[in-house]
């Protein structure tokens, strides 16, 4: 069942959405306030995000600023829901990162199509990722390095999942720790520098010399896109 987050202050529009929406099998999740709006959405992980930009307390298109900022919320598609009607509202919203934008006043029918067909472009999600003799199999949280399985805790594979299904990207301690541990922790930036040397003795060839999980000084840590090139397999 996919859940959608609703972010809309006007009550009367809030619970006829609401009802409307759960008639048409969706679990709903929401605020009629824009205050900790991104830590909600932190908090429920909702499949989609329907968000006013104008809230008493708020700019939604701030809300939305923060929530493309989040690694972990990244992803999420947003439609802006606003009585805001110009061209140049619409053309900020959606290079913001909108995936739709809806005016008021909107049927409901039309939204929900819409929410479908963003559900329909979402991409299933790859089982396998792989990086040169490296692979991650999401299916059964497995992990081969040429072939051979590696033994890896819940939270080594979570952090090597995230940073493999990005390429590339460098993220901080701080960010990978929001990513990989969430919100209810008990942990400092240290811990992840503890994991990544953990993953390391695991996966490379060279712990000190690292192809895959490269440090990226002054920032964090990133997973190395041309890995296939810079790790070989060894020679028996």
């Given amino acids: 069942m996919k859940k959608i987050l609703l972010i809309e202050d006007d009550a009367d529009l809030f619970a006829l959405l609401k009802y409307n929406l759960e008639k048409e099998g969706f679990q709903m999740a929401g605020s009629q306030t ?3 709006a991104v830590e909600l959405c932190r ?3 909702p499949d989609l995000i329907i968000l006013d930009i104008m809230l008493p307390d708020s700019d939604g298109l701030d809300i ?7 690694p972990e919320l990244a992803h999420i598609p947003v439609i802006f829901l606003t009585a805001r009607a110009s061209e140049t509202d619409r053309i900020v919203g959606l290079e913001l990162g909108a995936s739709d934008y809806i005016v008021k006043p909107f049927f409901v029918r039309e939204l ?3 929410i479908k067909i963003q559900f329909r472009q979402q ?26 399985n590696l ?13 493999m299904s990005r390429p590339g990207v460098v993220y901080s301690r701080e960010q990978l720790l929001d990513a ?30 690292p192809a895959f999980i490269r440090s990226v000084r002054g920032f964090g840590y990133s997973f190395n896109e041309n890995v296939a090139q810079a790790a070989p397999a060894v020679s028996e």
Avoid: H, N
Wanted: charged residues 35%.
């Fill in 34 to 36: 824009g205050k900790g």
């Fill in 43 to 45: 908090r429920e992980r």
């Fill in 64 to 70: 939305c600023k923060g929530i493309r900022a989040r």
């Fill in 112 to 114: 929900i199509a819409r």
């Fill in 123 to 148: 991409a299933q999600p790859v089982r396998a990722l792989k990086a040169g003799p490296l692979e991650l199999d999401r299916t059964s949280c497995r992990v081969t390095l040429r072939g051979e």
């Fill in 151 to 163: 033994s890896l805790t819940a939270t080594e594979f979570r952090l090597l999942e995230f940073l």
């Fill in 180 to 209: 990989v541990w969430g919100q209810d922790r008990a942990v400092t930036d240290r811990t992840v520098d503890v994991y990544i040397l953990r993953l390391r003795q695991k996966i490379e060839t060279d712990a000190a010399a």
